[in-house]
Structure formats: C-alpha cells, structure tokens
C-alpha cells in the first residue's frame, strides 16, 4: 500500500511511508503549526478559563495563507457585492470571525499536533528500518484528512494555485522550475487525502 490509504478491519485507515515521507509531513505539519500560532491558554497559562471566554480576532489574516485557511464567512470573491452590501457582509464576517477563529485555530492546532504526535510514535517504533506502516484509528483518520486539506490549502496559497488549475500544468513543470517541489508535494499530499477520503467512506 505505499502511498495510499487503505481501510483497516473495525475502521480507521493505514498507509505505508518510508522515512523521507514521514519527514516532509511532518515538517510541513510543524510549519503549518508555527503558522496558526499558539492558543489563547498557552498565552496565559495561569487562567484556565481565558480560553474559554476569549475572543478572536474580528479581521481578517494578513498573511494569505491564514486567509485561505480562516477565510470570511460572508463574502463570495465570485459575486461582488454592491458598496452598501459589501460592508454589511464584512460587519457579518467580523462578527462571526470573533466568535469562531479561536475555535478554528484550535481545531486544526489539534489536527496538525495529532499528526506529528502519530508519525513521532511511528518513528520511534521503525527506528533504523527505513520506513513503517502508520495505523490510524478513525478519530485519528478524521485529524489526519483535517491536515492533510489544511496542508494543501497552505501550499496551494503559497504557489498561488486557484482551486480550478489544471493539475496537468503542475505535473508538466521543469525540473529547474524553483516551484516544483512544492508543486510535487502537493500534487502527493492530494493523493494521499484522496484515498483517505476514499477509506473512510468504504
């Protein structure tokens, strides 16, 4: 099964990596952590409830990454609104930005830790074989496919590719193009997910 996701009995998917794939996910994970930043709790760890009645941020992320990730719930690039709607639609946005980005950062905080903590296991138990079969539970599943689209989304920002790019174009990309490692892992970490998805609705 090397490369795709495959349904374990009772549930929950396993997939074989060799030790590069296991250290690109989860550098790629880890940088996608340093990204979303820590939570309101690892900011004021002596408050336990400072987290619970936090508020987040009411605009929008600077970087365009963060923008994809936590994009405006009431904005659609696709329909321009007229001047009056417009601002309507970002006092909306803002508003539900404040109440649910923390929780969104956490979600996928939660995701990306779930990931590095899983392949660390899965290193530790495959010291010096060159690679392993990592087993996922279908909770674990579930974090991984989180990931592994927060991941994509991620690199997809950076590369600037629109959800309607040809994918042939990528794969077509000269070897000295400087894009096109990011390109190939991205174009992989696609393939991953979609047999993850494929798993998980077998």
């Known amino acids: 099964m090397p490369g795709t996701f495959e349904p374990l009995p009772g549930g929950g998917a396993a997939v074989a990596l060799d030790d590069v794939e296991i250290s690109i996910i989860r550098s790629l994970a880890v940088q996608l952590l340093e990204l979303i930043g820590p939570g309101p709790a690892e900011d004021a760890p002596d408050d336990p409830l400072a987290e619970l009645f936090a508020e987040g941020p009411s605009e929008p992320p600077t970087d365009p990454v963060l923008r994809r990730l936590?994009?405006?719930?009431?904005?659609?690039?696709?329909?321009?609104?007229?001047?009056?709607?417009?601002?309507?639609?970002?006092?909306?946005?803002?508003?539900?930005?404040?109440?649910?980005?923390?929780?969104?950062?956490?979600?996928?905080?939660?995701?990306?830790?779930?990931?590095?903590?899983?392949?660390?296991?899965?290193?530790?138990?495959?010291?010096?074989?060159?690679?392993?079969v990592l087993k996922l539970s279908p909770a674990e599943s579930q974090q991984w496919l989180g990931a592994l689209n927060d991941l994509r989304l991620a690199i997809g920002s950076r590369l600037e590719i629109t959800e309607d790019e040809d994918t042939d174009l990528l794969y077509r990309l000269p070897d000295d193009d400087p894009r096109k490692p990011m390109v190939m892992a991205y174009l992989w970490l696609g393939g991953l997910q979609e047999t993850l998805v494929g798993t998980l609705m077998t």
């Open 70 to 132: 936590f994009p405006d719930a009431y904005s659609d690039p696709e329909q321009p609104a007229s001047p009056r709607d417009a601002e309507e639609q970002r006092a909306h946005s803002a508003e539900f930005r404040r109440y649910t980005e923390n929780d969104l950062r956490a979600g996928k905080r939660d995701s990306a830790l779930a990931v590095i903590r899983s392949l660390d296991a899965l290193s530790s138990a495959s010291a010096g074989e060159g690679g392993a």
